[in-house]
């Protein structure tokens, strides 16, 4: 899990009003996931640049103070590079509505709670939120990270899947398992930022 250094505001997470998520972030999301499932060679090369922001075991972004504390270093990155670079190309993932909108339960809930995790205490688990949405088939899967601004350095953060077991959120982002999605993003009052991302093998939105 990485950890965050901040200077102001515990990791820039000043209050912010409840119901802040940003619906267009979450499109942006998906759409980085696409580029990294459509063109992982070249996505491998974002991640490489990336690489050049450590320092030991933390990173500083450019125009950034803050340092961002990592479990494994670079260690992780080079095995996500490695890792890019012989997958084969993957089919982008359809959006979808009802999706994102169980995301969006999530993310809003924790917006207000500080809390982590898949499951809510008013949204409960994941399949729960998905299936007031909506029917799925074959499989579901979710993916959350905590903490970097922007579309493409969170989506970074979940391909790395730094001191994750199983790299997880990697597995989810490159399972050829999935076909559609849905995204929803917002700031935590923890972390500054979040993002959870709903996958299925297929969904049919109830509304």
């Known amino acids: 899990m990485i950890r965050f250094w901040l200077t102001v505001c515990m990791l820039l997470a000043c209050a912010a009003p409840a119901a802040a998520l940003d619906h267009s972030l ?3 999301v998906l759409a980085e996931i696409n580029l ?22 933390y990173y500083l972004q450019p125009g950034s103070t803050t340092r961002v504390q990592t479990t494994e270093g670079v260690a992780a990155v080079d095995e996500a590079i490695k890792y890019l670079s012989r997958l084969k190309p993957l089919p982008p993932l359809v959006w979808s509505d009802g999706l994102a909108a169980a995301a969006a339960e999530l993310a809003d809930e924790q917006e207000r709670s500080g809390a982590t995790g898949h499951n809510g205490r008013k949204s409960h688990g994941m399949r729960e939120r998905i299936e007031r949405h909506g029917e799925w088939a074959g499989v579901i899967g979710e993916n959350i990270g905590y903490g970097p601004e922007g579309a493409r350095n969170m989506v970074i953060q979940l391909i790395v899947d730094d001191g994750v077991p199983g790299r997880g959120h990697r597995v989810n982002t490159f399972s050829p398992s999935y076909k559609t999605a849905g995204a929803a993003c917002g700031p935590h009052p923890r972390f500054g930022n979040m993002c959870v991302i709903d996958f299925a093998g297929g969904f049919r939105d109830s509304r």
């Open 36 to 57: 990294a499932r459509t063109d992982p060679h070249a996505y491998a090369g974002f991640i490489r640049n990336f690489r050049s922001q450590f320092r030991g075991t």
């Open 26 to 28: 979450g499109k942006q």
